[in-house]
């Protein structure tokens, strides 16, 4: 098929290879990208690397977003290495589990940042790196959750990161639209990561999501994979400023994606 012959583009997150951004890095493969990875620390690396590796990547390298020096150290490798870039898959959140776990009322103010920080403004920080080494048609894609627009227990502090988040989306795509630069979230439904381990009763909710969903069932992180591909494509050249839904059709129904009963 190969709708991404002759890009360039970082995939950010993976964790392992259960990782949504692993399976976007997987479409993306098969279509044709060159690839670069980012990691944090040893023992990430350990994961990460024999996965980037396995798909070719030509960049794999540490980044930690909440620090500035190492942004902009990651990003001159990638303007050294490549000059040019033509889309980013970010994947990255995080939020202490427990902030997650003692109710969304009893957030603290450091658990709040640490959230907000991690898993909202790394986006905006990649993009300020990354959008001058872009052309017209370059692409940014972040993975977001229903969370960040409805209430969901056990979701707590990072549902509101993830409303942050898509926020975010918007006001890139309309900074960034005038260079030709488009900017779209990704709203997965459930998928058993390293990161849903943190969220209580994940299993719970799983099993609510597919009962709700039209399609009767959660989805793949191949499917999460290929919708990504299509928004880092020039198929989506008139898509910006987008939360799109990969969730089975959950979101358009009535059914409550909470874990009670």
């Not at 793949?220 to 299509?230: K, L, M, P, R, S």
């Not at 494509?233 to 009670?260: I, K, R, T």
Request: net charge neutral; glycine share 12%; with cysteine.
């Amino acid at each position: 098929m190969g709708i991404l012959k002759g890009k360039k583009g970082l995939i950010l997150g993976v964790a392992n290879n259960k990782s949504i951004a692993w399976g976007v890095a997987r479409a993306a493969r098969r279509e044709g990208a060159t690839l670069g990875f980012n990691y944090l620390g040893d023992q990430m690396e350990k994961r990460v690397r024999p996965l980037a590796e396995s798909l070719d990547a030509e960049i794999i390298a540490p980044m930690n977003v909440s620090d500035e020096a190492s942004m902009d150290a990651f990003f001159a490798k990638v303007k050294e290495q490549w000059g040019e870039l033509d889309f980013i898959v970010h994947s990255i959140a995080f939020a202490n589990k427990d902030a997650l776990r003692d109710g969304f009322a009893n957030t603290s103010r450091e658990d709040f940042h640490l959230a907000l920080d991690i898993s909202a403004y790394s986006f905006i920080a990649c993009a300020q790196r990354a959008a001058p080494m872009m052309k017209e048609g370059g692409s940014l894609v972040t993975m977001t959750y229903l969370g960040g627009e409805r209430a969901i227990p056990g979701y707590g502090v990072m549902g509101v990161a993830k409303a942050a988040l898509e926020a975010s989306t918007r006001y890139l795509a309309q900074d960034l639209g005038e260079r030709g630069i488009r900017v779209n979230s990704v709203s997965a439904g459930p998928i058993r990561t390293l990161a849903a381990s943190a969220v209580g009763d994940f299993r719970k909710l799983m099993e609510k999501s597919a009962r709700g969903a039209m399609l009767k069932r959660n989805v793949t992180q191949e499917e999460v994979g290929n919708t990504c591909v299509y928004l880092l494509s020039d198929l989506a050249s008139g898509v910006s400023g987008e939360v799109h839904y990969v969730d089975a059709g959950f979101h358009v129904g009535a059914g409550d994606p909470g874990v009670s009963d």
